[in-house]
C-alpha cells in the first residue's frame, strides 16, 4: 500500500517510492508505480481548458506533479484517500460548481456516485461503471468533448420544445375553450406539434 496505509517513512527507505510491501511493522520492499498518459489525454484535455480542471489521486504528490505539469491542470492533489476524493467533490458542489467525475479505478467509486455526472472509461472496473452515470465504449478520452456538446446541444433543444409545447396551449386552449376550435382541428393541431418537437429533436442526430 502506499506510505500513509502502511506506516512507512518514504524517506527513510526510497524517497521516490509510492508502493511498499510489510509485514508487520517491517518493509519488505518498495516499489515506484507509474502512470503512463493515454495518447489522446493532452489533447481531451485541451479541448475542455475552458473548464476548470482537478486532478485527484492517490498517488504521492511527486508523481501527481509530475503529471499534472504535462497537462493543463490548474490543480493536482496527490496522497489522496477515497474519503478525501469524497469531501473535495463535496466542497466543490458546496460553492456552488458543477462536477463532473471522471474515473476508473475501484477508489474513484465514491466520488463518481457524488458528482453531478459522472464518466467511467471503458477498461474501467466494474466498481467504477456501476457507479458511473455514463460508460465509454472505447478507452479513448477523445469522445468526451463531443459527449459533452452533446448533452448542451440536448438541453437545448430540450427547452425549445418546452417552450413550444407551453406556447402552443397557450394559443390554442382560449379557442378550444370557446369552442371555436372543432374537435378533429384540436387533433389535427396536437399531431402537428408532436411531429414539431420530435422533428426538432432528431436534429440531434445530424
Known amino acids: 500500500g502506499s506510505a500513509s496505509f502502511t506506516g512507512v517513512s518514504p524517506n527513510s527507505i526510497a524517497p521516490n517510492a509510492n508502493v511498499f510491501l510489510t509485514t508487520g511493522d517491517y518493509c519488505v520492499a518498495a516499489f515506484l508505480v507509474s502512470d503512463s498518459l493515454k495518447p489522446d489525454t493532452a489533447a481531451t484535455l485541451q479541448a475542455l481548458a475552458d473548464k476548470q480542471l482537478v486532478l485527484l489521486s492517490g498517488d504521492n504528490q511527486h508523481n501527481v506533479d509530475a503529471i499534472a505539469q504535462t497537462l493543463p491542470i490548474q490543480q493536482a492533489l496527490g496522497g489522496l484517500t477515497p474519503e478525501q476524493k469524497y469531501q473535495h467533490v463535496q466542497a466543490l458542489q458546496a460553492k456552488g460548481h458543477k462536477v463532473l467525475m471522471l474515473g476508473d479505478g475501484i477508489n474513484d467509486a465514491p466520488v463518481l456516485a457524488s458528482a453531478d455526472v459522472s464518466l467511467a472509461v471503458g477498461n474501467a472496473t466494474d466498481v467504477a461503471r456501476n457507479a458511473?452515470?455514463?460508460?465509454?465504449?472505447?478507452?479513448?478520452?477523445?469522445?468526451?468533448?463531443?459527449?459533452?456538446?452533446?448533452?448542451?446541444?440536448?438541453?437545448?433543444?430540450?427547452?425549445?420544445?418546452?417552450?413550444?409545447?407551453?406556447?402552443?396551449?397557450?394559443?390554442?386552449?382560449?379557442?378550444?375553450?370557446?369552442?371555436?376550435?372543432?374537435?378533429?382541428?384540436?387533433?389535427?393541431?396536437?399531431?402537428?406539434?408532436?411531429?414539431?418537437?420530435?422533428?426538432?429533436?432528431?436534429?440531434?442526430?445530424?
Open 132 to 206: 458511473a452515470d455514463v460508460v465509454l465504449l472505447s478507452e479513448s478520452l477523445s469522445t468526451v468533448p463531443p459527449l459533452l456538446k452533446l448533452a448542451q446541444q440536448t438541453r437545448s433543444k430540450i427547452r425549445q420544445n418546452i417552450l413550444w409545447a407551453v406556447g402552443y396551449n397557450l394559443l390554442i386552449l382560449p379557442f378550444a375553450v370557446s369552442g371555436l376550435l372543432l374537435p378533429w382541428m384540436a387533433v389535427i393541431g396536437m399531431s402537428l406539434s408532436s411531429i414539431i418537437v420530435v422533428t426538432n429533436s432528431t436534429r440531434l442526430l445530424k
